[in-house]
């Protein structure tokens, strides 16, 4: 069984930066990569930013030049750094973890933690 910890969210101006963090536990095999998603009231899921194992990263354009993901594979952890938050960044922000699984991935998330930018 896998597990995803996030922590980090809160109440912020706009303007201000906020850091998540996710630990990932449990029974872990062949991560492909780790990332994060948020979802804003009556909005479908969408992706913010993912990082995997080699480092490499990808980042909605929504966020790029405000937001940085960096993680770390001993640990099996992932943060998100987010500078120049805006009202729209308001949402719950879901860590993933996306493991290998012959040719399909698994798709594991955390329990969601809120970010409210206020104006």
């Known amino acids: 069984q896998v597990q995803l910890v996030e922590s980090g969210g809160g109440l912020v101006q706009a303007g201000g930066s906020l850091r998540l963090s996710c630990a990932a536990s449990g029974s872990i095999r062949s991560i492909n990569a780790m990332g994060w998603y948020r979802q804003a009231p009556g909005k479908q899921r969408e992706l913010v930013a993912t990082?995997?194992?080699?480092?490499?990263?990808n980042y909605a354009d929504s966020v790029k030049g405000r937001f940085i993901i960096s993680g770390d594979n001993a640990k099996n952890t992932v943060e998100l750094l987010m500078n120049s938050l805006k009202p729209g960044d308001t949402a719950v922000y879901y860590c993933?973890?996306?493991?290998?699984?012959?040719?399909?991935?698994?798709?594991?998330w955390g329990q969601g933690t809120q970010v409210t930018v206020s104006s």
């Open positions: 990082i995997t194992r080699s480092g490499q990263t």
């Open positions: 993933n973890l996306r493991t290998s699984a012959g040719f399909y991935e698994n798709y594991y």
